[in-house]
């Protein structure tokens, strides 16, 4: 498909339109998902005076906006965390439509390759999957079998139709072979993260880690693959530095103040710091890949072999 640069602004704006629907969509899913409640039926209402939103309100970002962040009826303010998570969807999905499609290897300038908007679609998806995991383990300390069952039926799923889609060097070509890459992208993910919850929770003697992250993880090795379950994995108590220095310092203080500190003083969510890993690693990968993580991978396949044993030429 060939389309001028004007065409590539407009689709960039389209994009993020579209993001903008999807995080009004998963603002819904949030807040009613750990409650079992339908995402579908009632329409969007006041808690309070149970008034319906008319459809402008819900026009993402510009509702709230228009209402200056009140109930219509009851003058009820309505959290900035709605417009803001709206907007925070479209520029996320905006930033892969700069990846996957405007940065996509092209054999002419301008040309689309029909699987570059599919690869978008794709990561898209998991994108808001990670989102909605995100801010209910933000909110609850809860990840919901709806989002990371669903993610993982769709990461397999959809790998299986379009092998090609994940990206390197997790793609595949042939439908099996899509569906192997994606359970054992499932189970590396899941495993590892099982294998560290138990073996921390022992050395702890409490629960390190919740079930959540454990199919969270399963849920990212379905989607991208193992090598990039595993990296996230391994990244993402970086993500969660600033959280956790943050919870320390209130904890000392709490203790030097003298006030009883309760055990949610010492435990902060880790699926919003996986899934921000996993994000990282959809934006960065085409670079992360060839540049750094190959090396790395390759390097500990020759220290494993070299431990079993089996001569696979010289390490590195
Ligand atoms: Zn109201």
Same mark, same amino acid.
């Given at each position: ?85 709206? $907007?925070?969807? #479209?520029?996320?999905? !905006? +930033? =892969?439509?700069?990846?996957?499609? /405007?940065? @996509? ?71 099996? $072979?899509?569906? #192997?890459?994606?359970? !054992? +992208? =499932?189970?590396?993910?899941?495993? /590892?993260? @099982? ?122």
């Amino acid at each position: 498909m060939f389309v001028s640069w004007p065409i590539l602004v407009f689709l960039g704006f389209g994009v993020f339109c579209v993001g903008t629907v999807v995080g009004s969509f998963l603002n819904v899913c949030i807040y009613r998902l750990p409650w079992q409640k339908s995402v579908i039926w009632p329409a969007s209402h006041c808690p309070r005076c149970h008034g319906a939103l008319s459809p402008s309100d819900n026009i993402p970002i510009i509702g709230w906006i228009a209402l200056r962040g009140e109930c219509r009826m009851c003058g009820l303010p309505i959290s900035a965390r709605y417009p803001l998570i709206e $907007a925070l969807v #479209g520029l996320l999905f !905006l +930033g =892969l439509y700069v990846v996957d499609v /405007l940065l @996509a290897p092209t054999e002419a300038w301008g040309q689309i390759p029909v699987s570059a908007l599919a690869t978008l679609g794709y990561h898209c998806l998991f994108m808001a999957l990670l989102v909605a995991a995100t801010f209910i383990d933000y909110d609850l300390m809860i990840i919901p079998d709806e989002v990371t069952v669903t993610g993982m039926v769709l990461g397999i799923g959809l790998g299986t139709l379009f092998p090609w889609i994940r990206p390197e060097p997790s793609t595949a070509v042939s439908h099996w $072979a899509g569906l #192997g890459v994606g359970i !054992l +992208g =499932l189970l590396a993910g899941a495993g /590892l993260t @099982a294998f560290i919850r138990s073996s921390f929770s022992f050395l702890l003697r409490r629960e390190a880690m919740g079930f959540g992250d454990v199919t969270l993880m399963g849920m990212i090795g379905a989607f991208l693959g193992w090598q990039a379950a595993v990296l996230s994995f391994f990244l993402f108590p970086f993500f969660g530095l600033a959280h956790a220095g943050w919870k320390l310092m209130k904890y000392i203080g709490k203790r030097m103040a003298g006030i009883q500190s309760s055990s949610a003083d010492r435990e902060i969510p880790a699926g919003p710091y996986i899934s921000m890993a996993a994000a990282f690693l959809m934006y960065s990968w085409p670079w992360l890949w060839p540049l750094w993580a190959r090396n790395l991978f390759e390097m500990l396949h020759a220290i494993f072999w070299f431990m079993l044993g089996v001569n696979v030429g010289p390490l590195r």
